[in-house]
């Protein structure tokens, strides 16, 4: 990569032609525990915008620009009344759509209001997740993904705070071989028997150092982004499958939900070019997700969704169980180890200075798909998996994580499906 494709997918403000692509998609704003009903309404950034999150009298959710049309003064310390968010400052009143309902002082009879528009963004609360969209107005279908057809009780959502660009958290989840390096727990050790703490399928527990991919992976384009393949060499071989989802969110195996029975969606959604949130989302399809697996999960953080383990304290590598209990020293669950190695590439981490692998051809493939989705937008097209019809609603079904059993390394050759070719 040059610095010039490096911009390109890692600037996400107004007018960029990377922003301007994610602004074609729904995107999470907060979680709905941030904005309870008749709280505080909730200043929060997302793609280089300062925006206000509140709840109208009705408890329905509104997204405005932080900054009142009248002064400039600070929305988020305002009072949710009257059908809509009030100004402290002159008491001007805006509804959800960002229509001034009132301007107090102004003489009886005046129409002025009327002239006046705060931004404003649609939103839409499911799975305890408040979504906004920030784009054009033909807005698109909310995307009703696998995870937002189950009750509650088989959701589970959680965020955690980067200070790094959303390019390399979702970079993270698609590359394959970290998992039983990184995450890998020591044989003998004290996680290294009994159930995974993260709840997934395990793997790369006990494994030490020894990676367990080999082979290059397939990558298959598709309506929703990139389907990856990827082989494991171990004793009984088999295929384990990932998914990028436009724009910004990977389908992957683990989490409370495990591999097979429901998967762990991450989107990674930018507050600015160098922090973003990742919010984990899974499922499960048999039934409630197991109590614990929740409290593993979110022990890492703190009330503010921060993690404990940070670039200040070093993440609180402990040398001590890297001897016998890990083999990185960041504790038993997985997302602490992936908050170290997103961050630590810098704030945009310098892609013209990395020497891509052959095992990183999912990474290649979704640059690949990002690229082609801002070209997209430039002539005017919907870019991948902007939801317009009842029909391609259903058709994001058709992005499962499963695993499936080879008879032998060799049969790898010929794993099917087809995959697209490309320089992946």
């Known amino acids: 990569m040059d610095q010039a494709q490096n911009d390109l997918l890692t600037q ?5 032609p990377g922003g301007e692509m994610l602004r074609r998609y729904w995107t999470p704003a907060a979680l709905s525990e941030e ?14 915008e300062d925006l206000v999150l509140f709840r109208d009298d009705q408890g329905q959710p509104g997204l405005l620009g932080l900054h009142c049309a009248h002064r400039g003064a600070d929305l988020s310390y305002g009072r949710t009344e009257d059908g809509g968010l009030r100004c402290l400052y002159h008491g001007w009143l805006y509804d959800r759509q960002g229509r001034c309902l009132e301007q107090p002082g102004e003489p009886a009879g005046s129409s002025f209001h009327e002239k006046i528009r705060q931004r404003a963004y649609p939103c839409h609360e499911t799975a305890g997740v408040i979504f906004t969209y920030m784009g054009p107005p033909e807005i698109p279908l909310f995307p009703n993904y696998a ?21 390399q958290g979702d970079e993270g989840n698609i590359d394959s071989v970290h ?4 995450h890998a727990f020591l044989p003998g050790g004290r996680y290294a028997r009994g159930p995974n703490p993260q709840g ?24 929703f982004g990139v389907r990856i393949y990827q082989m494991n060499d171990s004793d009984a071989p088999y295929v384990q499958t990932k998914n990028f989802v436009m724009p910004w969110t990977c389908a992957v195996g ?27 989302m899974s499922f499960k399809l048999s039934g409630p ?10 022990s890492v953080t703190d009330e503010h969704y921060r993690f404990f383990r940070k670039r200040e304290n070093r993440y609180l590598q402990d040398r001590e169980e890297m001897k016998t209990d890990t083999f990185a020293g960041f504790g038993p669950v997985f997302v602490t180890g992936d908050h170290f190695a997103t961050e630590t590439a810098g ?7 990395e020497h891509l692998a052959p095992s990183d051809a999912g990474l290649v493939a979704v640059r690949q798909a990002l690229r082609g989705a801002i070209k997209d937008v430039q002539a005017g097209r919907d870019p991948p998996n902007v939801i317009r019809t009842p029909e391609q609603q259903e058709r994001l079904l058709d992005i499962t994580v499963a695993r499936f059993g080879l008879p032998s390394v060799a049969a790898w050759d010929d794993f099917p499906p087809k995959v697209s070719q490309s320089e992946a």
Not at 12 to 16: A, E, N, R, S
């Open 200 to 223: 997934g399928s395990g793997d790369g527990v006990a494994r030490g150092a020894r990676a367990v991919y080999s082979t290059v992976p397939k990558c298959e384009f598709t309506h």
């Open 179 to 182: 998992v039983s390096i990184l």
């Open 12 to 16: 996400v403000g107004p007018g960029t």
């Open 254 to 280: 683990g989490g409370p939900s495990g591999t097979g029975d429901g998967y762990l969606m991450n989107w990674h959604i930018p507050i600015d070019d160098t922090h973003h949130w990742r919010y984990s």
């Open 147 to 167: 995870l937002f057809r189950v009750p509650p009780e088989q959701q589970w959502v959680h965020k955690h705070y980067h200070e790094c660009s959303y390019l």
């Open 289 to 298: 997700i197991d109590p614990k697996h929740v409290i593993a999960r979110e």
């Open 35 to 48: 904005l309870p009903i008749g709280g505080a309404p909730l200043p929060i950034r997302l793609l280089g």
């Open 347 to 353: 704030a945009i981490q310098d892609r013209t200075q």
